[in-house]
Nanobody, 117 residues
Framework: QAQLVESGGGLVQSGGSLRLSCQGS????????MGWYRQAPGKQRELVAFITSRDIPNYRDSVKDRFTISSDNAKNTVYLQMNNLKPEDTAVYYC???????????WGQGTQVTVSS
């Protein structure tokens, strides 16, 4: 059974850094587009960044130059390095994968990121 498991969330002060990890199991995600979404209380889930199967990254404007998405296909893992964190980055962060071959979406369980001012 395909599964995504996130780790690395936590509490950090404004200006600090965190690195999120998402490990996939039960399938080969090398042809997939992998991404990170986040959802703050009372707000809709939004796309933060994604990386294509050709390792081309994309970011929402508010995190450009602060966040970096990367993947390690050998480990079935995608990362989100978050630097210069701001209180408005506080949210539950979800790993997502879109399997282009099977046409399926997969979601992780989410990891909480809290940035204090």
């Amino acid at each position: 059974q395909a599964q995504l498991v996130e780790s690395g969330g936590g509490l950090v002060q404004s200006g600090g850094s965190l690195r999120l990890s998402c490990q996939g199991s039960g399938w080969d995600f090398s042809p997939a587009t992998m991404g990170w979404y986040r959802q703050a209380p009372g707000k809709q889930r939004e796309l933060v960044a994604f990386i294509t199967s050709r390792d081309i990254p994309n970011y929402r404007d508010s995190v450009k130059d602060r966040f970096t998405i990367s993947s390690d296909n050998a480990k079935n893992t995608v990362y989100l390095q978050m630097n210069n964190l701001k209180p408005e980055d506080t949210a539950v962060y979800y790993c997502h994968a879109y399997d282009h071959v099977a046409g399926r979406h997969y979601w992780g369980q989410g990891t909480q990121v809290t940035v204090s001012s």
